[in-house]
């Protein structure tokens, strides 16, 4: 339908992986590409490594880099506090004592004056510079000729904040924040690197974005910022408040982000990109008076703890209008510049936006669902409000492209042979717009008369499969219908999985698949799963019932022999290994290469020796009523969760196939309005985020 | 309309920028809780918002307040982070005068063209008022402990005498009938009660949400609490407690804020929802009359307004006052023969309560919208504050 975003890496598309049978290459081989040989490693330099980025990126890169025995050269000036020492406490949570005593013992510390390097520093064989000093163009220069003068051969890539590759004259490698933590990485380099595909062999998401002033992250993060902080100096709505509402309707709070981060820093940070950003681009990037006030006092957005804030603001309709207007008017504004320079593959601009600044659905999406003559109205009422930006930097055409697959498929791609179709989906939680661009690659195989399709992620952007976004169960929570509704369609869409198609496939590649995607993918007439990805129904723990089909679609392709297995996943909660769930769950788990090579057998017709698993369409009426074993059984929330949850199992089973769609949506529907569900996990954050 | 010449030509009154809380009876509200100071620029900027006003537009902040409160060392820049807006201030203060004057003192700022656009933000907390501990050597305890408010009304250093006291002796020197004050105690019920209704009070008066420490909802703060309807037989059967002083024919504390901008001409048109209306600022005069015979001084300050100005009480088209008892209006009326019942039309202090600074401030807001209602003319605003002070000031709308 589009490209592949794996495609703007160099590495070929998700197609190919499976008609290959294997990943487009390995962390080994690029390992020895840029670092060298086993046995005469080269080293990583970090320099800033003290620093918020140097630090985070000292973690995340140590402890990916550590098994393949690179050094890790933490550089930065005396008397710097040690930002590196902090991270150990997250290192031995994400990876036990044990690990992160080994990923801290391959880090070698060296203190260096900014001019002379320390004499130590050769001796560990410098490969790759990772840059990480402050933001003055000058100084970052400079660094670089005394790195290139010692070591001639030596890659370099910028985290810098804003400035474009042409004037570092390196490539740039622009993280996101929590740095230790964020995969995402915007890349600057003339064509795809070892580097990069090595970030992407390492399980981190390289994104390649076009080599302009500031990033697509710091773009729509920043520009979101900045339009919040002229919403505020024209209606003096608190940074507070203004968070709540942003954060209600796109899902960032822009405010409270800087402060977490650090405002002095990060509000520093965020003008200097708009500055830079108002001299190329004009009024529309320039910082308001407010922001500026707030990075040379270095103050906080929000109040001081003694004067937590006392008057409440609300909006009225007309308000919400003007609110939007002054808020996605600047930001659909700054996306036809990035989208008028072809910054990067849409899919990518989009889920930058959704990764790494929080946005409950990208901005491309949120402009698709618009339309293109919304969007152009929003800006033009941005504009009366705002007229100095109407001057330059809009480019209106840009959005008359809206109806292409770029842009209808931002989440979910189809690709085929003439026989095989493989839809990848890189959107880790499940949501309306996941639904109906699923729905459109299942029409555009079928009209290319595909009958056979590998569903998976997509190797790149999505790592993992968490579930279904609960964000869109906001609305059912004082509606049962529109839960029922909701559970309804996407089911619909799951049934299109078994029912559409000869064969198809669900294909696990990431670390996990959890509830409403686990429910999705066993729609498929084979589920295969590289052997340690982690399955899940973790609905009870919420507590929300399984709203496509989890209560009793897996449990009519299994032996009855395994039902307790099954009533005990979804009643615990637990994941169990896609090894441990081999024939009630999966059909087939292995390691990643013979899992890519099964799906293609499946898919292609081979000879793969699986049986089938038939679909019972009939009633079951010997699902077990209780089961042993279950934790936390004195937690009443939990009880009650169950009791819920084996209603809508006994009942959805007790149905035909045919009925039992309607049963299952009606329990999840109608347990969305519960007091149980309202005070849980989804309700929780439906009050916090939804209630302002 | 007479024309005489306003006292600052270079300052106006934005029409349509103002606004007030309403004022809830002491005790009675969440605001019975907060931190007024912080309230009060919280609620400025809301109003500000409201009417379309930035608050990037002040450039300075006169605050009148009374009563101390957590922080008031920090006065007029504290207020105005609250509000959102690190803008210099200053601090008004004298009792139930401090609302006039410090839209005086606003309209002095920008008359001098010191600032083009100069916030006054008045405010009050009279319930749980703090306690002072002072070392008074002339006192035979030699230190003495006072609750601000009620220690207050209840001894006037300068005479030693009560508050109230001064209702009871001004009414005996004018002679006035305790029918007559319960009669016009009764009007200015009806008035307050009509202008409610009407909606008037809603072009006025703004509502709040008021939260607690944890963000929730402590309370809505929507209406004069503590004012109900009354009959004229329930005035007439209350207990005097002085001459013509009952329960109902005097005010209650109260707490609140209320905020006008002063402006320069351009600049009042650029901000003003209506720029074709002109509101200017003619003339004030504070008087202090004879030991406690306090609500005489009212009428007093007004006859040396119109000496000075050459106006008269023919020439007013608003007439509205603080009169904190009823007695105030019935000696005004005596002194400058005028008919009470054509004065605080909208309502009035006796009735929504008195929350000190801001009181006087709601009532030139309320003035001026009345005055705007009725096509313009001259805006006399006066009343009583403590230490035996009439103050009077006189607007003008066109």
Partial sequence: MRSSTLQTLGLGSVFEIFQNGKLPVTAEELVEQIFGKADNRGALVISGANGIVGAGKTMQLGSRLEPFGIPIVALDFPGVPDGIAKQYPGLVKAFGKGNANKVMGNIIKYSYDGKTLPKGLATHNPKFLLEAIPEILDIKKEHYKTFRENFPDIDIWSVTSGFPSSQLGVGIAHPAFPHEVNKIWEIVEPKPSASSKLLWALGLIPMQVSDNWAFVLDVLFCGLTLAASRFNEATNMPFWKTDKYIRKFYG????????????????????????????????????????????????????????????DWSMNEEEIAEFNSWILGPLFQMTSIMLHENRSHLSQMNLIGELCAQFSKGVLAVTRNLGAAEVKKIVNNYHKLHPEAAKQAWYPEVYDKIDSPEWQQLYVNAEHDGKVGVISINRESYN???????????????????????????????????????????????????GIELSKAWSVTARRLNSDFKTSVGFINGKRCLGGFLELMV?????????????????VTLPVIPG?????????????????????????????????????LTDYAGNMEDSIKMAWKLASDADHGLKKRELNENCILDIPTEISGLDNMEDETITDARKAIMACIQNSCKATLADAISVQAKHSGDFMTTKLCKKGVVGSAYTKTWKV | MKVVESMFPNARIPYGTWGSSYFPAWQTSPLAEVNIGQFAGEAMANILGKRKVSRKELEYLVIGSTIPWHWKFWNGPAVASCMGQRIPGFQMEQACATGLSSVIIAGSEVNSKSYDVAGVLTFDRTSDSPVGVFPERRSYRRTEVIADVWDNFNFDPSTGGTMMATAGLAARKYKIDKKEVDELTYLRYKQYFNAKNSGFLDRVLFSFDVLNVQGKLLGTINEDIGVREISLQTLTDQRELDTCITSGTQTHAADGMATLLVASPEKSKELSSRPEINIEFIAKVDVRTLPGLMPEAPGMAVQKLLQRTGLTMNDMKVVKNHNPFAVNDAIFAKTMNYDWAKMNNTGCSLVWGHPQAPTLTRIIIEALEEAVDLGGGYVLVFGCAAGDVGTAGIFRVS
């Fill in chain 1, 432 to 482: 309306h717009d996941v639904n109906a661009e699923l729905n459109r690659a299942i029409d555009w195989l079928k009209s290319n008369n595909i009958e056979n399709v590998i569903v998976t992620g997509d190797f790149h952007i999505s790592t993992q499969m968490v579930g279904a976004d609960t964000t869109e169960f906001f609305p059912a929570i004082e509606d049962a219908n529109i």
């Fill in chain 1, 548 to 584: 496509m089909e989890g209560c009793h679609w897996p449990l009519r392709k299994m032996n009855s022999t395994n039902y307790k297995n099954f009533l005990y996943f979804i009643l615990s909660g637990k994941s169990v290994k896609a090894k441990d769930a081999k024939g009630w």
């Fill in chain 1, 523 to 539: 729609h498929c007439h084979y589920l295969v799963a590289e052997e340690n990805a982690s399955l899940g129904m973790p609905e």
């Fill in chain 1, 252 to 311: 960032p709070n822009p405010f409270r982000a800087h402060d977490a981060i650090g405002a002095a820093g990060a509000t520093f940070l965020t003008w200097s990109c708009l500055h830079h950003l108002s001299q190329h681009y004009g009024e529309l990037f320039t910082p308001t008076d407010i922001l500026v006030e707030k990075k040379d006092g270095g103050m906080n957005w929000y109040p001081l703890d003694h004067f937590r804030p006392m008057v």
